[in-house]
């Protein structure tokens, strides 16, 4: 079982910035992609960034493209995903996603293993 960690939540004003970071217990030689989705309160779960395991494919939400990056550490361990000029919309719980079936996944489905998520507020 591959064990999904996010952590970097937290409380922020508008207009300010977050780095979220997510790491996967995977086994050594196996390669992963990996994704954030968030969901609002009272919403559905969408699709954020996702990026492959060498970091040379990368995909985003229209609406958040410019202001979020996503990336990976040289080892492919960590994955992080920086969010700048944060709204209030952009308030969610964001969740960290594991696919090793698929290297260039973006659709929930595709993604085999989620962490537990990390709750954004951000503050009008």
């Known amino acids: 079982q591959v064990q999904v960690v996010e952590s970097g939540g937290g409380l922020v004003q508008a207009g300010g910035s977050l780095s979220l970071s997510c790491t996967a217990s995977t086994r050594a030689g196996t390669n992963w992609a990996m994704g954030w989705f968030r969901q609002a309160p009272g919403k559905e779960r969408e699709f954020v960034a996702a990026i492959s395991f060498t970091g040379t494919w990368k995909r985003y939400q229209d609406s958040m493209r410019g202001r979020f990056t996503i990336s990976r550490d040289t080892d492919h361990k960590v994955v992080y995903l920086q969010m700048n000029s944060l709204q209030p919309d952009d308030t969610a719980v964001y969740y960290c996603?594991?696919?090793?079936?698929?290297?260039?996944?973006?659709?929930?489905?595709?993604?085999?293993?989620w962490g537990q998520g990390t709750q954004v507020t951000v503050d009008s």
């Open positions: 996603a594991a696919s090793q079936a698929n290297s260039t996944p973006y659709r929930a489905h595709e993604f085999e293993f």
